[in-house]
DNA sequence: TCTGGATATATCGGAGCGATATATCTGCCT
DNA sequence: AGGCAGATATATCGCTCCGATATATCCAGA
């Protein structure tokens, strides 16, 4: 049986204890977003597409008159997840405007390039920040490979910082970009 | 006028030379494709809406009975492109279905999720090689920026691997890794 | 008591991507 | 010479996905 992804997150963020689909997606906006999101449109149908399936289990669990499901997850969910986390990880994609723009940043004077480095260092500065007010949470779980992952994702934007910064200097350096189009 | 991302890689494709949307395609396969793709389903309806707002001019260039229209950017396309790029740059997003098998292997016997870094290590590596391959030709062309981006992504590439490197070592190191939930 | 924000589910439009269909051209092998 | 594979060129389709929004209930605090 071939499933989306996006099931798989389902799978994996039911898999330690039941949730209902809010619970989901407020999850990964705290934990996957930066390297994987998942949108409602895609969550509730799926629930329904992995419940009809038997990988998870519904149950109603309302807040007073207020409806709630909470699903948990199935031996055969188990299963499927794991068997999924055993085959080689195909997606990887990126999509940086930054670099989009820096790519065509001939067209402009050098002090205007400078700028959108400038912009996507701090890009990067404020995600770090962000990332590391998360680390604390992370740390009282006893799964440790959230915490792996968020710490990846702190040294990673360290590293863009870094190099943003680099290409600062190197842009203002008229010695390293001989050949520069400055229009 | 507001316009899709896509609208100004075009844009900047035909910035310094006429160009087809076959031609754009193919440019974008090997150069932005790491960090901004476009599809011809994007491409060819893209080039038409900007053509008829003014800031491309299409000409016909067929080769012999093919018909074939090369796009060369005008004076409007021109001031578009160099506003836009003058804008802080807002999209920025990362797939990696890797780090997301890595979220969840808490699931997985350690020797397993060991096997998950080695895979995207091995991707990285490939990448590294493949864009390796790439840079003689960017070296040859007068402007510095597409390089100047093509290295960026080398050095990512070559960080991320190591990144892979010394997580592979880490979770075969006991030590390390007090508390992982070894199922 | 009222109100704003959190919880909970559902759905829609638009964008984007991969794949494929159609057609012509070119170079190479036999 | 013929023919075939692969490159050039344009067009389109289905699918997935994301952001935004609609609806409704709950709860905490002013």
Redesign the pocket.
Known sequence: MKL???AYVILGMVSREPR????I??LVDNSTRFF???????I??E??KLSKAGLIEGVD??????????YAITEAGEAALREWLRERPETY?M?DEGLLKLFFAGVLPREEAVEIVRSMRQRHDRLVERLRSIEPKALEKEDPYPLLVLRGGIEFNEWFAGWCKRMESQLLDPAAMKGAADV
């Open positions: 989306s992804p996006t209902s689909g809010y619970e997606k407020a994987w999101t998942a949108s409602y449109g895609q509730y149908p629930l329904k669990a309302p807040t007073g008159e207020r409806k709630r499901t909470v994609e999509r």
